[in-house]
């Protein structure tokens, strides 16, 4: 196990269903097969709930996003050496990281991939896609691995914690992002809101990371049902910030074309 206790920092070894470090600190293994490593989880909800993860869920079964998760895999395998050690940092439920882990594991069996969520829930729902991948709970801004242990590490719209991020690779490891074109929902966003807008990308200078590829990946999706339509708009932020009357532009929508549009990013650190 590479992941470290969140109170001393020492090694985790797995034994009778739990994790414990050598001073002690014990970590039940859930029926799900991941660990909390969460400190201070016991009270509230955090990050994504049941619902959105449901809903995130929901729309990528219709395979809308497939050629954003074959794409990054593709980048893995491009930039990422045999018998690697790779990190999701921010895995949400898990479907990138379970396209990115299957397309290592055809190639090496001897991959690790390692994940992790703040959100319970969307761990779970990792856990259960796909048996071969290290999930814990924990946060990016306190990543429980060593200093210099992950070869690549991948982010897919997932707040970026860079001074962890550059940590846990190692001299010359990669770091392979995924975030929205300016593009991205366009078609979306003019049916909720009077004024829509396009993305802003910003700089994709980053410190300690010198940038090594730069892609574009752009589509139109066709959803061709009510239920693609409502499942893509609760699995944005969008339908967390939008008021009920904009809201109900949506009401009764059986269709719509809508841009897929993302920028991916692979760094190498320096």
Known sequence: ??????????KLV???????????HSYDRAKGGYYNLLLGSSGGVHGD?????????????????????EKLSSLVLQYTNECCVLLDAGSGEGYYTDFVERALHERDADTNVLAFDISKDAVRELAK???RIS?????????????GSVDTVINTFSPLALDETRRVLKSGGRFIMAIPGEEHLYELKAKIYDTPYKNTVADTAIRGFKLIS???????????SREA???LFMMTPYAYRTSPENKAR????DSLECTADFRLFVYEKI
Not at 135 to 147: C, E, F, K, Q, R
């Open 129 to 131: 896609k796909n048996k």
């Open 250 to 253: 949506l009401a009764g929508l």
């Open 1 to 10: 196990m590479l992941f470290l206790c969140p109170k001393c920092k020492n």
């Open 14 to 24: 797995e034994k009778d269903g739990c994790a414990i470090c050598r001073e002690g």
């Open 214 to 224: 730069d892609e574009s990946l752009t589509y139109i999706m066709h959803l061709n």
């Open 49 to 69: 709930n049941k619902d959105m993860v449901l809903a995130r869920r929901e729309f990528l079964a219709f395979g809308f996003y497939s050629p954003l998760a």
């Open 135 to 147: 999930a814990v709970v924990a946060g990016s801004y306190h990543i429980p691995l060593p200093d």
């Open 229 to 231: 339509v409502s499942s």
